[in-house]
């Protein structure tokens, strides 16, 4: 197996939060990893370490072979590397028009050098018809993003990810504040994200979305990586009592 992502003893120090402790992770280029733990175990610090957004205090890590250099990595190097990271609460810019979300940073640019707008707004409505699955007609690229429900802001994210030709698109929490129907528009965007060749981290609570959906779940503790199983080697229930036998040490660890 070729691997888009590998990080190596990786840790991360907030003050005097140990956030991260040797962290060492490799990434399939076409796995769908789901990426549990309970609330502070380092979910989150570690996908903004992967995604440019703060350097770790030591250890490496290597995208597609590369190894890359922390002092020159940042979350617009990160997009380069075909890293594409999609958060819950500003997915998209909700007060901007649609093709603008899309297109942000990545302008399509005419034989000028200009701005190629009518052809951003056209590739725009080609994103929304055949990734989000909404009717090409009455759609209107100038609206706002915040004429998006929820589930489908986290597609047009996603599909954006895929528009840009990403390898790997983590999602951190895609799914907290959405309803049933639009969970399962995101679930069903994930397994998108799988038959197109490439790679996901998925971050949630929920257990049975992610075992819904990953080939590998990995699971973080106060730092640390306590359990990485493959999909066939555990069920529903298993992953699940190993989740509440860690919840269950940190109880009696805080006692
Ligand atoms: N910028 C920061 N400054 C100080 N402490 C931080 C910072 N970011 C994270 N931490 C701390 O690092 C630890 C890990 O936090 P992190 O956000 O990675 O957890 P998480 O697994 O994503 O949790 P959740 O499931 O609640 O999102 C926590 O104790 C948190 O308080
Ligand atoms: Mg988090």
Redesign the pocket.
Known sequence: MSFILRLNHISKS??A?L?LKDVSLDLGDNEILGLL????????????IISGIFPPDSGSMCVNGETIDFRRYSGARSRRFGIETVHQDHALAEKQPLWRNVFVGRHLKNGLGFIHAAEEKRETLKLLHNVIGLPAEGLDPDLPASVLSGGERQGLAIGRAMYFQSHLIIL??PTTALSLHETEKVLGFIKKIKEAGKACIF?S?NIAQVFAVADRCVV?DR?EIVADESKNEMTLESLTKLLISFNRRQEILHV
């Not at 733990?37 to 903004?48: E, F, H, I, P």
Request: net charge negative; glycine share 22%; hydrophobic share 35%.
């Open positions: 907030f003050g939060v956030a733990g309970d609330n502070g175990a380092g979910k989150s610090t570690l996908v903004k951190d929490e971050i609570h973080m730092g």
